[in-house]
Protein backbone atom coordinates (compact mmCIF):
# COMPACT_ATOMS: atom_id res chain seq x y z
CA UNK A 1 0.00 0.00 0.00
CA UNK A 2 2.98 2.18 0.07
CA UNK A 3 3.83 4.92 -2.20
CA UNK A 4 7.65 4.28 -1.51
CA UNK A 5 7.56 0.73 -1.73
CA UNK A 6 6.03 1.72 -5.94
CA UNK A 7 9.23 4.10 -6.19
CA UNK A 8 11.36 1.50 -5.33
CA UNK A 9 12.23 2.62 -1.94
CA UNK A 10 13.20 -0.96 0.49
CA UNK A 11 13.28 -1.32 4.13
CA UNK A 12 17.68 -1.50 4.20
CA UNK A 13 16.90 2.26 3.08
CA UNK A 14 16.66 3.30 6.36
CA UNK A 15 17.38 0.51 8.23
CA UNK A 16 20.95 -1.41 8.85
CA UNK A 17 20.23 -4.37 7.07
CA UNK A 18 22.31 -6.35 9.78
CA UNK A 19 21.27 -5.19 13.03
CA UNK A 20 17.80 -3.34 12.05
CA UNK A 21 18.57 -0.13 13.32
CA UNK A 22 17.84 3.28 11.82
CA UNK A 23 20.66 4.51 9.54
CA UNK A 24 20.18 7.97 10.83
CA UNK A 25 18.87 10.04 13.44
CA UNK A 26 15.23 11.76 13.92
CA UNK A 27 13.92 13.60 11.19
CA UNK A 28 17.35 12.90 8.88
CA UNK A 29 16.34 9.09 8.64
CA UNK A 30 13.94 11.10 5.89
CA UNK A 31 15.02 14.44 4.86
CA UNK A 32 18.89 12.39 3.89
CA UNK A 33 16.20 11.44 1.02
CA UNK A 34 13.47 14.21 1.22
CA UNK A 35 15.49 17.41 1.04
CA UNK A 36 14.59 18.88 -2.45
CA UNK A 37 14.78 21.69 -1.75
CA UNK A 38 16.77 21.74 1.44
CA UNK A 39 14.27 22.08 4.49
CA UNK A 40 11.48 21.79 2.16
CA UNK A 41 9.88 19.61 4.52
CA UNK A 42 11.52 19.89 7.92
CA UNK A 43 10.46 23.41 8.53
CA UNK A 44 7.64 24.90 9.59
CA UNK A 45 6.59 25.79 6.51
CA UNK A 46 5.60 22.18 5.84
CA UNK A 47 4.39 21.38 9.32
CA UNK A 48 3.16 24.01 10.88
CA UNK A 49 3.80 22.85 14.60
CA UNK A 50 5.80 24.31 16.93
CA UNK A 51 9.16 22.44 18.07
CA UNK A 52 8.30 19.01 19.69
CA UNK A 53 6.36 15.57 18.67
CA UNK A 54 4.45 17.58 15.87
CA UNK A 55 7.99 18.04 13.70
CA UNK A 56 8.80 14.67 13.67
CA UNK A 57 7.90 12.89 10.23
CA UNK A 58 7.25 9.84 11.52
CA UNK A 59 4.37 10.75 14.06
CA UNK A 60 2.52 12.49 10.53
CA UNK A 61 3.44 9.89 8.32
CA UNK A 62 4.02 6.61 10.49
CA UNK A 63 1.80 7.39 13.57
CA UNK A 64 1.96 3.65 15.99
CA UNK A 65 -0.94 1.69 17.10
CA UNK A 66 0.01 -0.55 20.10
CA UNK A 67 -0.19 -3.82 20.25
CA UNK A 68 -1.57 -6.05 23.26
CA UNK A 69 -1.52 -3.31 25.18
CA UNK A 70 2.60 -2.93 25.07
CA UNK A 71 3.93 -3.18 21.36
CA UNK A 72 3.76 -0.65 19.48
CA UNK A 73 4.63 -0.35 16.21
CA UNK A 74 4.81 2.58 13.31
CA UNK A 75 2.60 2.20 10.05
CA UNK A 76 4.64 1.62 7.13
CA UNK A 77 2.33 2.85 5.19
CA UNK A 78 3.67 5.89 4.94
CA UNK A 79 0.52 8.24 4.53
CA UNK A 80 -0.48 11.58 4.13
CA UNK A 81 -2.91 12.41 6.81
CA UNK A 82 -6.19 12.99 5.08
CA UNK A 83 -8.89 14.35 7.71
CA UNK A 84 -11.26 14.85 4.50
CA UNK A 85 -11.33 11.25 4.23
CA UNK A 86 -12.19 10.34 7.42
CA UNK A 87 -14.98 12.62 7.54
CA UNK A 88 -16.48 10.74 3.95
CA UNK A 89 -15.44 7.24 5.63
CA UNK A 90 -14.49 7.13 9.33
CA UNK A 91 -10.91 5.99 8.71
CA UNK A 92 -8.13 6.94 11.06
CA UNK A 93 -5.53 9.59 10.66
CA UNK A 94 -2.86 10.86 12.18
CA UNK A 95 -3.95 14.36 13.22
CA UNK A 96 -6.84 13.58 15.12
CA UNK A 97 -4.79 10.72 17.13
CA UNK A 98 -2.79 13.49 18.65
CA UNK A 99 -5.83 16.29 19.21
CA UNK A 100 -8.58 14.60 20.70
CA UNK A 101 -9.55 15.93 23.59
CA UNK A 102 -10.80 13.79 26.54
CA UNK A 103 -12.51 16.60 28.62
CA UNK A 104 -15.00 16.42 25.80
CA UNK A 105 -16.26 13.08 27.21
CA UNK A 106 -17.88 11.92 30.26
CA UNK A 107 -14.93 11.68 33.33
CA UNK A 108 -15.78 7.91 33.37
CA UNK A 109 -15.31 7.02 29.83
CA UNK A 110 -11.70 8.50 30.13
CA UNK A 111 -9.83 5.23 31.70
CA UNK A 112 -11.29 3.65 28.79
CA UNK A 113 -9.85 5.75 25.99
CA UNK A 114 -5.63 5.53 26.48
CA UNK A 115 -5.30 5.72 23.17
CA UNK A 116 -6.73 6.53 19.86
CA UNK A 117 -7.32 3.19 18.75
CA UNK A 118 -9.61 2.87 21.83
CA UNK A 119 -11.89 5.87 20.58
CA UNK A 120 -12.51 4.27 17.46
CA UNK A 121 -13.26 1.02 18.81
CA UNK A 122 -15.63 2.97 21.17
CA UNK A 123 -16.99 5.10 18.27
CA UNK A 124 -17.57 1.58 16.39
CA UNK A 125 -19.56 0.69 19.03
CA UNK A 126 -22.28 3.43 18.91
CA UNK A 127 -20.84 5.84 21.78
CA UNK A 128 -22.55 8.91 20.56
CA UNK A 129 -19.64 11.08 22.81
CA UNK A 130 -16.94 9.84 21.45
CA UNK A 131 -18.31 9.72 17.70
CA UNK A 132 -19.29 13.69 18.66
CA UNK A 133 -15.57 14.36 19.51
CA UNK A 134 -13.84 12.40 16.51
CA UNK A 135 -16.30 14.53 14.32
CA UNK A 136 -15.17 17.42 16.19
CA UNK A 137 -11.65 16.94 15.77
CA UNK A 138 -11.55 15.72 11.97
CA UNK A 139 -13.61 19.19 11.18
CA UNK A 140 -11.10 20.84 13.17
CA UNK A 141 -8.34 18.84 11.35
CA UNK A 142 -9.53 19.27 8.23
CA UNK A 143 -9.82 22.88 8.25
CA UNK A 144 -6.07 23.48 9.63
CA UNK A 145 -5.35 21.30 6.31
CA UNK A 146 -7.57 23.15 3.89
CA UNK A 147 -5.92 26.29 5.50
CA UNK A 148 -2.16 25.27 5.33
CA UNK A 149 -2.53 23.40 1.82
CA UNK A 150 -5.11 24.45 -0.02
CA UNK A 151 -7.05 22.12 -2.79
CA UNK A 152 -4.30 20.56 -3.50
CA UNK A 153 -4.00 18.13 -0.92
CA UNK A 154 -6.92 16.57 -2.86
CA UNK A 155 -5.22 15.89 -5.78
CA UNK A 156 -5.46 11.97 -5.15
CA UNK A 157 -8.63 10.06 -5.33
CA UNK A 158 -8.16 7.47 -2.64
CA UNK A 159 -8.81 3.83 -3.33
CA UNK A 160 -10.83 3.78 -0.07
CA UNK A 161 -13.15 6.03 -1.24
CA UNK A 162 -13.97 3.27 -3.67
CA UNK A 163 -14.08 0.02 -1.68
CA UNK A 164 -16.46 1.95 0.89
CA UNK A 165 -18.47 3.17 -1.29
CA UNK A 166 -18.81 -0.88 -2.41
CA UNK A 167 -19.32 -2.06 1.27
CA UNK A 168 -21.96 0.87 1.91
CA UNK A 169 -23.65 -0.58 -1.49
CA UNK A 170 -23.82 3.22 -2.79
CA UNK A 171 -25.87 3.48 -6.42
CA UNK A 172 -22.23 4.71 -8.13
CA UNK A 173 -19.90 1.88 -6.19
CA UNK A 174 -19.74 -0.71 -9.53
CA UNK A 175 -18.81 2.24 -11.84
CA UNK A 176 -16.18 3.11 -8.92
CA UNK A 177 -14.94 0.05 -8.08
CA UNK A 178 -14.22 -0.90 -11.97
CA UNK A 179 -12.07 2.42 -12.25
CA UNK A 180 -9.89 1.25 -9.24
CA UNK A 181 -9.58 -2.09 -10.90
CA UNK A 182 -8.01 -0.03 -14.31
CA UNK A 183 -5.27 1.54 -12.41
CA UNK A 184 -1.89 0.80 -11.63
CA UNK A 185 0.81 1.91 -9.58
CA UNK A 186 0.62 4.12 -6.45
CA UNK A 187 -2.64 5.22 -6.96
CA UNK A 188 -3.83 1.74 -6.79
CA UNK A 189 -1.73 -0.67 -5.19
CA UNK A 190 -2.16 -4.65 -5.85
CA UNK A 191 -3.92 -5.15 -2.44
CA UNK A 192 -6.23 -2.47 -2.99
CA UNK A 193 -7.00 -3.73 -6.53
CA UNK A 194 -7.57 -7.04 -5.37
CA UNK A 195 -9.67 -5.93 -2.48
CA UNK A 196 -12.02 -3.89 -4.75
CA UNK A 197 -12.52 -7.04 -7.07
CA UNK A 198 -13.88 -8.85 -3.84
CA UNK A 199 -16.27 -5.78 -3.24
CA UNK A 200 -17.15 -5.75 -6.83
CA UNK A 201 -18.29 -9.36 -6.56
CA UNK A 202 -20.96 -8.34 -3.42
CA UNK A 203 -22.15 -5.74 -5.38
CA UNK A 204 -22.34 -6.52 -8.84
CA UNK A 205 -21.46 -10.08 -9.51
CA UNK A 206 -21.32 -9.79 -13.15
CA UNK A 207 -19.56 -6.81 -13.77
CA UNK A 208 -16.76 -8.55 -11.43
CA UNK A 209 -16.48 -11.41 -13.19
CA UNK A 210 -16.23 -9.34 -16.73
CA UNK A 211 -13.77 -7.48 -14.66
CA UNK A 212 -11.87 -10.75 -13.70
CA UNK A 213 -11.28 -11.55 -17.02
CA UNK A 214 -8.64 -9.06 -17.75
CA UNK A 215 -7.64 -9.61 -13.43
CA UNK A 216 -6.29 -12.87 -14.43
CA UNK A 217 -3.47 -11.68 -16.05
CA UNK A 218 -2.92 -8.84 -13.72
CA UNK A 219 0.68 -9.00 -12.79
CA UNK A 220 0.24 -9.70 -8.89
CA UNK A 221 -0.57 -13.28 -7.81
CA UNK A 222 -2.99 -11.55 -5.27
CA UNK A 223 -5.24 -10.31 -7.64
CA UNK A 224 -5.36 -13.58 -10.14
CA UNK A 225 -6.05 -15.36 -6.98
CA UNK A 226 -9.23 -13.17 -6.12
CA UNK A 227 -10.09 -13.23 -9.53
CA UNK A 228 -10.41 -16.97 -9.56
CA UNK A 229 -13.52 -16.60 -7.48
CA UNK A 230 -15.04 -13.79 -9.18
CA UNK A 231 -15.51 -15.94 -12.41
CA UNK A 232 -17.71 -18.16 -10.72
CA UNK A 233 -20.76 -15.84 -11.53
CA UNK A 234 -19.83 -15.00 -15.21
CA UNK A 235 -22.58 -16.13 -17.60
CA UNK A 236 -19.90 -17.82 -20.28
CA UNK A 237 -19.28 -20.68 -17.96
CA UNK A 238 -17.02 -22.30 -20.40
CA UNK A 239 -14.98 -19.69 -20.43
CA UNK A 240 -14.81 -19.58 -16.86
CA UNK A 241 -13.67 -23.07 -16.59
CA UNK A 242 -11.02 -22.50 -19.68
CA UNK A 243 -9.55 -19.77 -17.38
CA UNK A 244 -9.20 -21.66 -14.50
CA UNK A 245 -7.85 -24.50 -16.19
CA UNK A 246 -5.16 -22.42 -17.43
CA UNK A 247 -4.75 -20.99 -13.78
CA UNK A 248 -4.03 -24.19 -12.90
CA UNK A 249 -0.33 -23.93 -14.17
CA UNK A 250 0.18 -20.39 -12.54
CA UNK A 251 3.80 -19.72 -11.54
CA UNK A 252 2.19 -18.87 -7.92
CA UNK A 253 0.90 -21.40 -5.54
CA UNK A 254 -2.10 -19.73 -4.42
CA UNK A 255 -3.04 -18.71 -7.69
CA UNK A 256 -2.96 -22.49 -8.69
CA UNK A 257 -4.33 -23.82 -5.30
CA UNK A 258 -7.49 -21.03 -5.66
CA UNK A 259 -7.99 -21.78 -9.18
CA UNK A 260 -8.34 -25.19 -8.44
CA UNK A 261 -10.80 -25.21 -5.54
CA UNK A 262 -12.87 -23.04 -7.49
CA UNK A 263 -12.86 -25.25 -10.61
CA UNK A 264 -14.69 -27.82 -8.61
CA UNK A 265 -17.92 -25.26 -8.39
CA UNK A 266 -18.33 -26.63 -12.00
CA UNK A 267 -19.64 -30.11 -13.40
CA UNK A 268 -16.73 -32.45 -14.18
CA UNK A 269 -18.37 -32.51 -17.48
CA UNK A 270 -16.98 -29.43 -18.36
CA UNK A 271 -13.30 -29.67 -17.35
CA UNK A 272 -10.93 -30.32 -20.06
CA UNK A 273 -9.37 -34.05 -19.90
CA UNK A 274 -5.96 -31.70 -20.61
CA UNK A 275 -6.59 -30.29 -17.59
CA UNK A 276 -6.54 -33.43 -15.35
CA UNK A 277 -3.20 -33.65 -13.90
CA UNK A 278 -3.00 -30.11 -13.10
CA UNK A 279 -5.90 -30.07 -11.25
CA UNK A 280 -5.04 -33.28 -9.70
CA UNK A 281 -1.23 -31.41 -8.57
CA UNK A 282 -3.11 -27.90 -7.59
CA UNK A 283 -5.36 -29.80 -5.21
CA UNK A 284 -2.57 -31.57 -3.60
CA UNK A 285 -0.75 -28.16 -2.85
CA UNK A 286 -3.84 -26.87 -1.51
CA UNK A 287 -4.24 -30.28 0.77
CA UNK A 288 -0.70 -30.26 1.87
CA UNK A 289 -0.70 -26.71 2.97
CA UNK A 290 -3.89 -26.95 4.50
CA UNK A 291 -2.24 -29.94 6.75
CA UNK A 292 0.29 -27.54 7.72
CA UNK A 293 -2.09 -25.91 10.19
CA UNK A 294 -3.98 -29.14 11.22
CA UNK A 295 -4.20 -28.39 14.93
CA UNK A 296 -6.90 -25.83 13.94
CA UNK A 297 -10.31 -26.54 12.96
CA UNK A 298 -10.24 -23.87 9.85
CA UNK A 299 -7.89 -26.14 7.79
CA UNK A 300 -10.31 -29.49 8.68
CA UNK A 301 -13.13 -27.41 7.64
CA UNK A 302 -12.18 -25.96 4.39
CA UNK A 303 -10.40 -30.19 3.59
CA UNK A 304 -14.19 -31.59 4.30
CA UNK A 305 -15.63 -28.70 2.11
CA UNK A 306 -13.10 -29.73 -0.24
CA UNK A 307 -14.41 -33.45 -0.05
CA UNK A 308 -17.54 -33.14 -0.55
CA UNK A 309 -17.27 -30.53 -3.64
CA UNK A 310 -15.18 -33.85 -4.59
CA UNK A 311 -18.25 -36.19 -3.67
CA UNK A 312 -16.06 -37.51 -0.89
CA UNK A 313 -19.05 -37.44 1.79
CA UNK A 314 -16.90 -39.83 4.49
CA UNK A 315 -14.01 -37.87 4.15
CA UNK A 316 -15.61 -34.68 4.56
CA UNK A 317 -17.79 -35.63 8.01
CA UNK A 318 -14.07 -37.36 9.31
CA UNK A 319 -12.41 -33.73 8.47
CA UNK A 320 -15.62 -31.83 10.41
CA UNK A 321 -15.11 -34.29 13.01
CA UNK A 322 -11.78 -33.89 13.41
CA UNK A 323 -12.59 -29.86 12.82
CA UNK A 324 -14.90 -30.06 15.80
CA UNK A 325 -12.66 -31.96 18.06
CA UNK A 326 -9.43 -30.31 17.94
CA UNK A 327 -11.57 -26.79 18.35
CA UNK A 328 -14.54 -27.34 20.52
CA UNK A 329 -15.72 -23.82 20.35
CA UNK A 330 -15.34 -23.34 16.83
CA UNK A 331 -18.14 -22.65 14.80
CA UNK A 332 -18.82 -23.85 10.69
CA UNK A 333 -17.81 -27.66 11.31
CA UNK A 334 -20.91 -28.54 13.55
CA UNK A 335 -23.39 -26.81 11.29
CA UNK A 336 -22.21 -27.95 7.63
CA UNK A 337 -21.61 -31.69 9.03
CA UNK A 338 -25.48 -31.68 10.26
CA UNK A 339 -26.56 -30.28 6.51
CA UNK A 340 -24.25 -32.91 4.75
CA UNK A 341 -25.56 -35.56 7.34
CA UNK A 342 -29.40 -34.07 6.64
CA UNK A 343 -28.94 -34.33 2.64
CA UNK A 344 -28.09 -38.01 2.91
CA UNK A 345 -31.52 -38.81 5.05
CA UNK A 346 -32.93 -41.57 2.73
CA UNK A 347 -36.97 -40.22 2.16
CA UNK A 348 -38.53 -42.35 4.31
CA UNK A 349 -36.51 -41.27 7.51
CA UNK A 350 -37.06 -37.62 6.63
CA UNK A 351 -41.22 -38.15 6.52
CA UNK A 352 -41.12 -40.33 9.39
CA UNK A 353 -42.77 -39.34 12.87
CA UNK A 354 -40.38 -40.33 15.20
CA UNK A 355 -36.63 -38.98 14.71
CA UNK A 356 -34.36 -41.33 13.61
CA UNK A 357 -30.66 -41.84 15.24
CA UNK A 358 -29.14 -40.35 12.35
CA UNK A 359 -31.61 -37.39 13.01
CA UNK A 360 -31.38 -37.39 16.53
CA UNK A 361 -27.61 -36.62 15.80
CA UNK A 362 -28.32 -33.41 13.52
CA UNK A 363 -30.24 -32.22 15.53
CA UNK A 364 -27.61 -32.51 18.69
CA UNK A 365 -24.61 -30.50 16.30
CA UNK A 366 -27.04 -27.67 15.48
CA UNK A 367 -28.33 -27.38 19.56
CA UNK A 368 -24.34 -27.42 20.29
CA UNK A 369 -23.66 -25.17 17.82
CA UNK A 370 -26.48 -22.60 18.74
CA UNK A 371 -24.36 -21.01 22.00
CA UNK A 372 -21.24 -20.54 20.29
CA UNK A 373 -22.92 -18.72 17.57
CA UNK A 374 -24.94 -16.47 20.06
CA UNK A 375 -21.14 -16.26 21.37
CA UNK A 376 -20.06 -14.98 17.87
CA UNK A 377 -23.09 -12.59 17.08
CA UNK A 378 -22.65 -10.93 20.24
CA UNK A 379 -18.58 -10.53 20.05
CA UNK A 380 -19.02 -8.73 16.77
CA UNK A 381 -22.59 -7.22 16.61
CA UNK A 382 -21.51 -5.09 13.69
CA UNK A 383 -20.65 -8.52 11.53
CA UNK A 384 -23.88 -8.91 8.94
CA UNK A 385 -22.18 -12.51 8.42
CA UNK A 386 -21.89 -13.55 12.22
CA UNK A 387 -25.86 -12.14 12.80
CA UNK A 388 -26.85 -14.01 9.85
CA UNK A 389 -25.33 -17.19 10.47
CA UNK A 390 -26.80 -17.09 14.33
CA UNK A 391 -30.28 -16.21 12.61
CA UNK A 392 -30.50 -19.03 10.51
CA UNK A 393 -29.02 -21.37 13.20
CA UNK A 394 -32.11 -20.33 15.39
CA UNK A 395 -34.77 -20.98 12.45
CA UNK A 396 -33.19 -24.31 11.83
CA UNK A 397 -34.49 -24.65 15.81
CA UNK A 398 -38.04 -23.51 15.48
CA UNK A 399 -37.07 -20.59 16.94
CA UNK A 400 -38.71 -17.84 14.24
CA UNK A 401 -39.30 -14.88 15.90
CA UNK A 402 -35.81 -14.88 17.74
CA UNK A 403 -34.37 -15.53 13.88
CA UNK A 404 -36.18 -12.49 12.27
CA UNK A 405 -34.35 -10.61 14.74
CA UNK A 406 -30.91 -11.40 13.50
CA UNK A 407 -31.71 -11.63 10.09
CA UNK A 408 -33.06 -8.45 9.40
CA UNK A 409 -30.49 -7.13 11.81
CA UNK A 410 -27.72 -9.18 9.02
CA UNK A 411 -29.24 -7.31 6.18
CA UNK A 412 -29.65 -3.83 7.77
CA UNK A 413 -25.58 -3.91 8.55
CA UNK A 414 -24.79 -5.36 4.96
CA UNK A 415 -27.07 -3.42 2.22
CA UNK A 416 -26.05 -5.35 -0.53
CA UNK A 417 -25.78 -9.12 0.52
CA UNK A 418 -28.99 -10.46 -1.63
CA UNK A 419 -28.97 -13.58 0.83
CA UNK A 420 -29.53 -11.70 3.36
CA UNK A 421 -32.52 -9.88 2.23
CA UNK A 422 -34.25 -12.69 0.68
CA UNK A 423 -33.71 -14.68 3.83
CA UNK A 424 -35.71 -11.83 5.86
CA UNK A 425 -38.27 -12.11 3.26
CA UNK A 426 -38.68 -15.91 3.02
CA UNK A 427 -39.33 -15.35 6.88
CA UNK A 428 -41.55 -13.07 7.36
CA UNK A 429 -42.99 -14.90 4.29
CA UNK A 430 -44.00 -17.90 6.74
CA UNK A 431 -44.66 -15.78 9.42
CA UNK A 432 -47.52 -14.13 7.04
CA UNK A 433 -46.35 -10.98 7.72
CA UNK A 434 -46.89 -9.34 4.12
CA UNK A 435 -46.33 -5.92 4.31
CA UNK A 436 -42.70 -6.64 5.87
CA UNK A 437 -42.21 -9.59 3.98
CA UNK A 438 -42.85 -7.29 0.24
CA UNK A 439 -40.84 -4.85 1.50
CA UNK A 440 -37.68 -7.26 2.07
CA UNK A 441 -38.25 -8.99 -0.97
CA UNK A 442 -38.68 -5.75 -3.10
CA UNK A 443 -35.22 -4.87 -1.63
CA UNK A 444 -33.50 -8.08 -2.59
CA UNK A 445 -34.59 -7.41 -6.18
CA UNK A 446 -32.71 -3.83 -5.80
CA UNK A 447 -29.94 -5.66 -4.04
CA UNK A 448 -29.09 -8.12 -7.45
CA UNK A 449 -30.81 -5.91 -10.39
CA UNK A 450 -33.62 -7.40 -10.60
CA UNK A 451 -32.64 -11.28 -11.31
CA UNK A 452 -35.06 -14.32 -12.44
CA UNK A 453 -34.45 -15.76 -8.40
CA UNK A 454 -35.30 -12.49 -6.33
CA UNK A 455 -38.54 -11.51 -8.70
CA UNK A 456 -39.54 -14.74 -8.66
CA UNK A 457 -39.41 -14.60 -4.48
CA UNK A 458 -41.31 -11.21 -4.92
CA UNK A 459 -44.08 -12.48 -7.29
CA UNK A 460 -44.73 -15.06 -4.97
CA UNK A 461 -45.14 -13.10 -2.07
CA UNK A 462 -47.16 -10.41 -4.06
CA UNK A 463 -49.80 -13.71 -4.62
CA UNK A 464 -49.86 -14.76 -1.27
CA UNK A 465 -50.32 -11.24 -0.03
CA UNK A 466 -53.04 -10.58 -2.26
CA UNK A 467 -54.52 -14.36 -1.84
CA UNK A 468 -54.76 -13.36 2.20
CA UNK A 469 -56.13 -9.81 1.63
CA UNK A 470 -58.98 -11.61 -0.46
CA UNK A 471 -59.88 -14.19 2.08
CA UNK A 472 -60.61 -11.78 4.70
CA UNK A 473 -64.19 -10.74 5.34
CA UNK A 474 -65.61 -7.44 4.80
CA UNK A 475 -65.11 -4.77 7.51
CA UNK A 476 -62.20 -7.02 9.04
CA UNK A 477 -58.82 -5.75 9.09
CA UNK A 478 -56.40 -7.90 7.64
CA UNK A 479 -55.92 -11.21 8.81
CA UNK A 480 -52.24 -12.84 9.03
CA UNK A 481 -53.73 -16.10 9.70
CA UNK A 482 -55.52 -16.24 6.63
CA UNK A 483 -53.23 -17.24 4.21
CA UNK A 484 -52.11 -19.96 1.82
CA UNK A 485 -49.78 -22.74 3.11
CA UNK A 486 -46.37 -21.75 5.06
CA UNK A 487 -43.69 -22.02 2.36
CA UNK A 488 -41.29 -25.23 2.31
CA UNK A 489 -38.60 -23.69 0.34
CA UNK A 490 -35.54 -23.59 2.71
CA UNK A 491 -33.42 -20.26 3.65
CA UNK A 492 -30.90 -19.34 1.56
CA UNK A 493 -27.62 -20.46 3.59
CA UNK A 494 -25.49 -16.89 1.95
Request: glycine share 4%.
Amino acid sequence: QSKMYHKGIRCSDCHDPHTARLKQQGNQVCTSCHQHPTAKYDSVAHHFHPPGPGTQCVDCHMPATTYMGVDARRDHSFRIPRPDISLAIDTPNACAACHLEPGNVSEEKRPLLPLYQDWLAAAREGDAEVQAELQRVNDWCDAACEKWYGENRRRDQHFGLAIAAGQRGDPTAAEQLQQLLAQRGAQAPYIARATALDVLRQVDPQAAAAAAVKAMEDEHPLVRSTATSALLASPQPTRSVSLLEKALADPVRVVRTEAARNLLEYPQSMWSASAAADLRQALSELSAGLEYSNDRAGAHLTLAILAELQGRKQQAITHYETAIAVEPQATGARTNLAKLLEDSLPPSQAAATSPSPLQQEITRLRQEELPLLARDAGLLPQAAALQYRYGLALYLDGQKEAALEYLRKAAELDEVEVSFAEATAMLLESLQRWDEALHWARDAVRRDGGSPRSRQLLQRIQQQAAQAAAAVPAGRGSDTNSSPEEPTQSLPES
